[in-house]
């Protein structure tokens, strides 16, 4: 996966931007829209503590969703 560098807040400028994760209980999946089932992977989202936006929602593996031997070219 790339790596995503976010230097400040595009709604206010702010430059503290924080790592968090989405929670419910034990926390919030992302899975694909047809044949989720056990495809499933946590969701993150990057904070800014100036503002409050929420910059980027995100999950750290794909993979789990999208395995790479499936991948179309
Ligand atoms: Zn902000």
Known sequence: MK???IEKCPFCGGTEL???RLA???GV???PVE???LRRTLLFATIC???GSVVRIYC???EKLYPKKERRD
């Open 3 to 5: 790596e995503v560098k």
């Open 18 to 20: 924080l790592e968090t």
């Open 24 to 26: 419910s209980y034990r």
């Open 29 to 31: 999946y992302i899975t």
């Open 35 to 37: 044949n989720g089932g």
């Open 49 to 51: 503590r100036d503002c």
């Open 60 to 62: 750290k593996e794909v």
